[in-house]
Nanobody, 125 residues
Framework: VQLQASGGGLVQPGGSLRLSCAVGGRTFSDYVVGWFRQAPGKEREFVGA????????YYGGSDRERFSISKDSAKNTVYLQMNSLKPEDTAVYYC???????????????????WGQGTLVTVSS
C-alpha cells in the first residue's frame, strides 16, 4: 500500500488548511490511516486516525476541536482539515497506514506499516 500526503504550505495564524492522503494499492476493509506530525526538534506525535470500514475518525491530544478527519471513498483519499491554525502547528505532517488496529494502538507510530513522504505546514505571519 502506498500513501502520499499533500496540501501543505504556508498559512497565517488563524487560517485553515486541508491535507490529503491518497491511498494506493490494496487495502483491507479494516484499514486505518493515521496522521502524525513532527515539529523541528521534537518527536513525532499522533494527530488522529480514520478507520476505513466504519468511517470513524479518532483524534489525539487537544486538537480535536480544531482538526477533523474525513474520507472520500471514490478518491481513496483521507483528509485532515485543520482550522484556527497556530504557529505551534508548524510541522511536517505524515499519513501512515495500518491494518486491524485497535483504538488504543492508533497513537503508536510503530504500529503503522506504510508511510507517506510528509508534507510541510508552516504557520506564520
Amino acid at each position: 500500500v502506498q500513501l502520499q500526503a499533500s496540501g501543505g504550505g504556508l498559512v497565517q495564524p488563524g487560517g485553515s488548511l486541508r491535507l490529503s492522503c491518497a491511498v494506493g494499492g490494496r487495502t483491507f476493509s479494516d484499514y486505518v490511516v493515521g496522521w502524525f506530525r513532527q515539529a523541528p526538534g521534537k518527536e513525532r506525535e499522533f494527530v488522529g486516525a480514520f478507520r476505513w470500514s466504519t468511517n470513524r475518525p479518532y483524534y489525539g491530544g487537544s486538537d480535536r476541536e480544531r482538526f477533523s478527519i474525513s474520507k472520500d471513498s471514490a478518491k481513496n483519499t483521507v483528509y485532515l482539515q485543520m482550522n484556527s491554525l497556530k504557529p505551534e502547528d508548524t510541522a511536517v505532517y505524515y499519513c501512515a497506514g495500518a491494518s486491524r488496529l485497535i483504538v488504543s494502538s492508533m497513537n503508536n507510530e510503530r504500529n503503522y506499516r506504510s508511510w507517506g513522504q510528509g508534507t510541510l505546514v508552516t504557520v506564520s505571519s
